[in-house]
C-alpha cells in the first residue's frame, strides 16, 4: 500500500489490538446504552452498518468454502464428517434443553406470578412436514436459493458442484483436467478474498459492536432487572452450565484445551452476541476456525454452515427456560411427560430456527404449542409470550452467542477424530 510506513492520524485505532477494541465497544455500548437510554437509538444505523457488510459476504463465502472443500476429499470422508457433525449437533442440542428445564424448574421463573384467569384452548398441532423439510434441501434452482440466501440448499448445491468438480480434476483428458484446476483455483481465489475482506470489515467492528450493544442495552436494559430478571438469570445459568459443563466436558475429554479454545473462538462469539445472528456470524466463525483454531477447510467449510443453519443449543436452552416460565406464570406448571415432549419440540424447533435475529421467539410458539399452551390473543399465554418478547434481543444476545460456539466446539471435535486440525495452534503462546 502506498501509505505504509508513514505515520497515520488513525494509527491508534488500526494498529491497537482488535479483541481489546471490541471488548471497548461491548463494554462501553453496555454503560452508554444505560446511561443515555432509548435515545441512542439514533446510532443505530452504525450497528446496522456492520450486520449488512457481514451478510454481503455470507453467501459467496459459504460458496467458495464449500465448492473448494468438496472438491479437495472424497466423499465418503465427507459423508464420515457428515454424520459425526450431524450427531454432535443432534445429541447437544438435546442436553441444552434438558439444561433449560433444569435450571428452569430450580428458578422457577414466573412462579407466583399469577396470570392466570383464562386459560387458552389447545389448538390442534399441526407437526412440522419432515419430508418436505428434507426435500427442500434440494434446490428447483440453485440461482434462486443463491439469490434468497437460503443456506441449506445452496450447500447442498455447492457439495455436489464441487464433487463433480474433483472428477473434471483427475480426468484423463487433459482439456478437462486442465479446465477443473483452473475452475478449482478461482473458487480457491474467491475464498481467500472472502477471508480478506472479512478481515477488513472487523477492523469496524468495535464501533458495529459499541451500537448494536448500546441500542439494546438502550432499549431493553432497564427491563432486565424487573420481573424478567429471573427468566434472564435462568437462561443466561443454563448457557453459563452448557458452556463451561457440556462444551469444557466434550473439549478435556478430547484432550483440547478450553481456554485455548475460547481465545480462539471469542471474535465469533463476541460477534454473534451483538449481532444475534448466527448466519451473519458465518464470515468471522469460518476466519476463526481457519486461522485461530486451525481447523482445515475441507471441514469447517461443511460443517459452520450447516450449524449456523441447524445447531442451535442456545435456542434450546432459551425455549426451555421460556415455556416453563409461561407455564408458572399462568399458574399451570409442566408435569414431567410434558417436559419430556419439550426436549423432542425444542430439539426440532431449534433445528428448525433460522440464523437470524428473533427467529428462536417465533419458533417458541411450536414449543408451547405441543404442550397445550397455545399463544392466542387475550389469554394468559400469550401475555406471558409478551412478556418475554419485550426482553427479546437481551435474551437473543446470549443464544446466538451459544449457538455459534457449539457449532466451534462441534466443528473442532470432528476436525480432531479426523486429524484435519493443526494442533500447535492450541498450544500456549
Ligand atoms: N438469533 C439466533 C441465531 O441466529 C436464533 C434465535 O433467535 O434463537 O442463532
Known amino acids: 500500500m502506498a501509505e505504509m510506513g508513514k505515520k497515520g492520524a488513525l494509527d491508534w485505532y488500526f494498529k491497537s489490538n482488535l479483541l481489546v477494541r471490541i471488548l471497548i465497544g461491548l463494554i462501553g455500548g453496555a454503560i452508554v446504552g444505560l446511561i443515555v437510554g432509548p435515545g441512542i437509538d439514533v446510532i443505530r444505523p452504525l450497528g446496522t452498518l456492520f450486520i449488512r457488510l457481514l451478510q454481503m459476504i455470507v453467501v459467496p463465502l459459504i460458496i467458495a468454502t464449500l465448492v473448494v472443500g468438496a472438491a479437495s476429499i472424497s466423499p465418503a470422508r465427507l459423508g464420515k464428517i457428515g454424520i459425526k457433525i450431524v450427531a454432535f449437533y443432534l445429541l447437544t442440542s438435546a442436553f441444552a434443553v434438558a439444561i433449560g428445564l433444569l435450571v428452569g424448574n430450580i428458578i422457577r421463573p414466573g412462579a407466583g406470578m399469577d396470570l392466570a384467569g383464562v386459560t387458552g384452548q389447545a389448538r390442534e398441532v399441526t407437526p412440522p412436514a419432515v419430508i418436505d423439510t428434507l426435500l427442500n434441501i434440494v434446490p428447483t434452482n440453485p440461482f434462486a436459493a443463491i439469490a434468497a440466501g437460503q443456506v441449506l440448499p445452496i450447500i447442498f448445491f455447492a457439495i455436489v458442484f464441487g464433487i463433480a468438480l474433483s472428477y473434471l480434476q483427475i480426468s484423463n483428458d487433459e482439456r478437462i483436467k486442465a479446465a477443473g484446476n483452473t475452475l478449482f ?89 451483538v449481532s444475534r445472528s448466527s448466519g451473519g456470524t458465518l464470515p468471522v466463525t469460518m476466519r476463526n476456525a481457519e486461522e485461530k483454531l486451525g481447523i482445515n477447510r475441507t471441514v469447517y467449510g461443511f460443517t459452520l454452515p450447516l450449524g449456523a443453519t441447524i445447531n442451535m443449543d442456545g435456542t434450546a436452552i432459551y425455549q426451555g427456560v421460556c415455556a416453563l416460565f409461561i407455564a408458572f406464570a399462568i399458574g399451570m406448571p409442566l408435569a414431567l411427560p410434558q417436559q419430556l415432549t419439550i426436549i423432542i419440540t425444542a430439539v426440532l424447533a431449534s433445528i428448525g430456527t433460522a440464523g437470524v435475529p428473533g427467529a428462536g421467539a417465533i419458533m417458541l410458539l411450536l414449543v408451547l404449542d405441543s404442550v397445550g399452551m397455545p399463544v392466542q390473543e387475550g389469554t394468559p399465554v400469550a401475555l406471558a409470550y409478551a412478556m418475554i418478547l419485550g426482553i427479546d434481543a437481551l435474551l437473543d444476545m446470549g443464544r446466538t452467542g451459544l449457538n455459534v460456539t457449539g457449532d466451534l466446539v462441534g466443528t473442532s471435535l470432528v476436525a480432531k477424530s479426523e486429524k484435519e486440525i493443526d494442533l500447535s495452534k492450541w498450544k500456549k503462546g
Open 185 to 273: 483455483q478461482i473458487f480457491d481465489a474467491a475464498a481467500e478474498i472472502m477471508y480478506i475482506v472479512v478481515r477488513w470489515i472487523l477492523q469496524y467492528a468495535p464501533i458495529g459492536v459499541f451500537a448494536l450493544i448500546a441500542v439494546v442495552f438502550g432499549t431493553q436494559g432497564a427491563q432486565a432487572f424487573g420481573p424478567l430478571g429471573m427468566v434472564t438469570l435462568a437462561v443466561y445459568i443454563g448457557i453459563a452450565l452448557h458452556l463451561f459443563g457440556v462444551y469444557g466436558g466434550l473439549l478435556a475429554i478430547n484432550k483440547l484445551s478450553f481456554t485455548r479454545f475460547i481465545a480462539g473462538a471469542r471474535e465469533a462469539m463476541i460477534t454473534a452476541f
